[in-house]
């Protein structure tokens, strides 16, 4: 399996931005389609993000849609969540995670990261 490391979660007031970044190691990056999910306080992790392995595909939730941006780099074997706008309720714990499949369901995807918190103030 690929192993993942996120990073660049943090404590931002309502409005601000945030780059997340993950990378990965142990197996082919390029090979991977990857995603991001989150998890609140309280409530299931839910689906983010996901890009396709040459990055011509990308999902997003309505709820982040034109807010968040998905990105990667094969080169540096790096996949990225821009966060704009951010609002309280996106404060989670961020989960980055790989799979061979495309898709927005927690099953299309075989491998997770261990989380970064972002916490968004009002």
């Known amino acids: 399996q690929v192993q993942l490391v996120e990073s660049g979660g943090g404590l931002v007031q309502a409005g601000g931005s945030l780059r997340l970044s993950c990378a990965a190691s142990g197996r082919t990056f390029s090979n991977y389609y990857m995603g991001w999910f989150r998890q609140a306080p309280g409530k299931e992790r839910e689906f983010v993000s996901s890009?396709?392995?040459?990055?011509?595909?990308?999902y997003y939730a309505d709820s982040v849609k034109g807010r968040f941006t998905i990105s990667r780099d094969n080169a540096k074997n790096t996949v990225y969540l821009q966060m704009n706008s951010l609002k309280p309720e996106d404060t989670a714990v961020y989960y980055c995670?790989?799979?061979?499949?495309?898709?927005?369901?927690?099953?299309?995807?075989?491998?997770w990261g261990q989380g970064t918190q972002v916490t968004v103030s009002s």
């Open positions: 890009i396709s392995r040459s990055e011509s595909i990308t």
């Open positions: 995670a790989a799979g061979f499949r495309g898709g927005v369901l927690q099953a299309d995807f075989g491998s």
